[in-house]
């Protein structure tokens, strides 16, 4: 799941406009900054002494090697991690709300701006780990040129990697948005007439199944490898390195409550600075992550703007 924005709008329409993929103006290097108020390792649980109690972090995608050694590293600091690993999107923020997790880290910004506003809830970003490129994958066809006009595309269901999906389909030239397109697109807003494709809407899991069924799929990160794909089979993608792709930053998330943990931040450094781990995570993402160490207060700042204006667009 993957991957800076002061938002100055004076209506929803000239609120949903901004936020194209051309109008996220947060420098992008600021994403490349060292991580601002790293916990001194010396006021941490973690470096004091072992913690009593593991500390649990729901993701998607345990099996993933870099996981074991990102537990390794957090052991060698005194804090034991206790991955829990989850089949769907839909159940880590759920359960972080629940008090069945302690941090979670499989979501983008974006997606848990959704999460919040449409439970009322208030996880917060605690720290930053990479940005994804998101990819349109084929067994059929090699280039995107060679799609057939009419036939059918699929894309993820949830909001807010839909409505990435459907840029991506956008830039390759399957479809045309209305408006252009912004990070609240869905299939409603595919202009049909100037399309090339229709496109079906399924959950983030099964797009990549239903390959044999479909010209193409926007398959999300997580579920790349286990289609028997690899990352260089995509056959177009977004660019992790564009300004726009701020929200789409991955983080650790927290309850509100936790968000200055010094256990919890030690853990995001940890993540971000072990050297073993960071090659894991590049292996696992077949070299296309884009890691980050971006102040916690962008992220925060980017999570409220991205959250009013879904309230607005609602």
């Known amino acids: 799941m993957t991957d800076h924005t002061e938002l100055h709008l004076e209506s929803s329409m000239s609120r949903k406009r901004f936020l194209t993929a051309a109008a996220l103006t947060l420098p992008l290097a600021l994403i490349f ?3 601002a108020g790293s916990p001194d390792p010396a006021s941490t649980g973690g470096t004091s002494g072992e913690t009593t109690e593991p500390v649990r972090i729901g993701v998607v995608g345990a099996g993933d090697p870099y996981w074991e050694t990102y537990k390794e590293a957090a052991a060698a600091e005194g804090i034991q991690v206790e991955l829990v690993d989850f089949s769907e999107y839909t159940q880590p923020n759920p359960a972080l709300s629940a008090d069945e997790l302690d941090l979670n880290q499989f979501q983008h910004i974006i997606y848990l701006a959704t999460y919040n506003v449409n439970s009322d809830d208030d996880l917060q970003p605690i720290g930053s780990t990479a940005i994804y490129p998101l990819g349109l994958y084929s067994t059929q066809y ?10 059918t595309v699929a894309v993820p269901n949830d909001e807010s990697n839909q409505a990435r999906g459907l840029l991506v389909l956008q830039s390759a030239g399957l479809i045309e948005l209305e408006d252009g397109g912004s990070i609240f697109s869905t299939v409603a807003d595919i202009d049909a007439a100037n399309s090339k494709v229709t496109v079906e809407a399924l959950d983030a899991a099964f797009t990549a199944t239903s390959l044999p069924d479909v010209a193409a799929a926007i398959i999300n990160n997580d579920f790349v490898e286990d ?27 927290a309850k509100a409550e936790d968000a200055d943990n010094p256990t919890y931040l030690k ?3 940890i993540f971000q600075t072990n050297k073993d781990v960071l090659d894991g995570l590049q292996e696992a993402s077949g070299g296309t992550a884009v890691t980050v160490q971006t102040p916690v207060k962008d992220l925060v700042a980017s999570l409220t703007e991205v959250e009013d204006d879904i309230r607005a667009n609602q």
């Open 33 to 35: 900054a060292g991580c």
């Open 142 to 151: 090699d280039d995107v040129a060679d799609i057939p006009e009419g036939s």
């Open 227 to 253: 289609a028997g794909l690899t990352f260089e089979d995509a056959i177009a993608t977004d660019d992790p390195a564009d300004p726009s792709a701020f929200p789409y930053i991955n983080i650790f998330a």
């Open 267 to 269: 853990l995001v450094e």
